[in-house]
């Protein structure tokens, strides 16, 4: 298999979820209570932590820190839900996994191994393709 290829399929697939969480923040970024002038201390801290997921580059720390913030979008901010993109979720995995019907888990299964059978086979993946095949968008 083509290295190249490998990184590429690799980048498009942390990209993809990159673009999803940004679209997230800034969805957030307008909500209450961080839009407010007298936002406490513990809202402040939580936005400021999302805000710089983005820009985390040690994978580990990146994975742990997404599944501590999105569980707290789920425990503490419920209003913020129907912005939270639920391939977020099963990105960042862990106890986020805990938020999705079994069917759901199994769409995402299911993507995973079609991109990595792709990548064992050495030809191109479209993630987003797939996805939307898979979850009946095409």
Known sequence: ???????????????YH???????????????????????????????RL??????????????EGQQLMGRVIAAYGHLMPFLHRDLLWFFGGDCLHYMPDEEIANFQLLDER?????????????????AKIFGMH
């Open 51 to 64: 805000e710089a997921l983005p820009g985390d580059h040690e994978e580990e720390h990146f994975l742990h």
């Open 115 to 131: 991109r990595h059978e792709a990548l064992a086979e050495g030809r191109a993946f479209s993630y987003e393709d797939e996805r």
């Open 18 to 48: 990159l673009r999803l969480l940004r679209d997230f923040i800034r969805h957030v970024q307008q909500q209450p209570p961080f839009v407010e002038e007298a936002c406490p201390a513990e809202d402040l801290e939580f936005l400021q």
């Open 1 to 15: 298999m083509s290295t190249q290829l490998n990184h590429y399929a690799e980048t498009q697939h942390r990209d």
